[in-house]
T-cell receptor
Framework: DTEVTQTPKHLVMGMTNKKSLKCEQH?????MYWYKQKAKKPPELMFV???????INESVPSRFSPECPNSSLLNLHLHALQPEDSALYLC??????????????FGSGTRLTVV | AQSVAQPEDQVNVAEGNPLTVKCTYS??????LFWYVQYPNRGLQFLLK??????LVKGSYGFEAEFNKSQTSFHLKKPSALVSDSALYFC????????????FGPGTRLSVLP
């Protein structure tokens, strides 16, 4: 298995809703990432988990809450989002964070629309 | 600080012609350089990377890239473009001395015309 699987593929939520995005990989990668991507822009790093511990939080608002229950699974919990949070949310994984030799494997993303 | 520039927002090329997508970078140490491609509503797919060694790197789908240290460039090339190559292309750098996270360029949209 050489994929990163993200669910759901599409999500529409109201500003008062609570929802979660899920990301799963079975490649034995020990680093996992959440990115946010607006249309025609490069991905922006949100969070990095290394060995199931949060190592980087790029000043992301608290309405986004990451969780890494185990080495294969990464969640992003959403609460009280704003319309400007509408974007493609990408999950990625890599063998580690200590050596830049390794590239990332990206999932296909969740297209989030906040109404 | 690390940075990546892709000077062209859009590149148009006729099918069968060679294509080049440009990338220049700035890092404090030795760069690890990557190219990714993104099709509509999809994640990024790895094309190729330069870590060390031969300056000409061959990757997926017939793409290759040339690392030029003196010009701090890592241009993506393909000898004969296909319509199916039309997509958004991102150059990215990781600087081992600075940190391990990617810095992505702004992206270049490639359109291959039949």
């Amino acid at each position: 298995d050489t994929e990163v699987t993200q669910t759901p593929k599409h999500l529409v939520m109201g500003m008062t809703n609570k929802k979660s995005l899920k990301c799963e990989q079975h490649m034995g990668h020990r680093a996992m990432y959440w990115y946010k991507q607006k249309a025609k822009k490069p991905p922006e790093l949100m969070f990095v988990y290394s060995y199931e511990k949060l190592s980087i939080n790029e000043s992301v608002p608290s309405r986004f809450s990451p969780e890494c229950p185990n080495s294969s699974l990464l969640n992003l919990h959403l609460h009280a989002l704003q319309p400007e949070d509408s974007a493609l949310y990408l999950c990625a994984s890599s063998q580690g964070t200590d050596d830049g030799y390794y590239g990332y494997t990206f999932g296909s993303g969740t297209r989030l629309t906040v109404v | 600080a690390q940075s990546v520039a892709q000077p062209e927002d859009q590149v148009n090329v006729a099918e069968g012609n060679p294509l080049t997508v440009k990338c220049t970078y700035s890092v404090s140490g030795n760069p690890y350089l990557f190219w990714y491609v993104q099709y509509p509503n999809r994640g990024l797919q790895f094309l190729l990377k330069y870590i060390t060694g031969d300056n000409l790197v061959k990757g997926s789908y017939g793409f290759e890239a040339e690392f030029n240290k003196s010009q701090t460039s890592f241009h993506l090339k393909k000898p004969s473009a296909l319509v199916s190559d039309s997509a958004l292309y991102f150059c990215a750098v990781r600087d081992k001395a600075y940190g391990q996270n990617f810095v992505f360029g702004p992206g270049t949209r490639l359109s291959v015309l039949p």
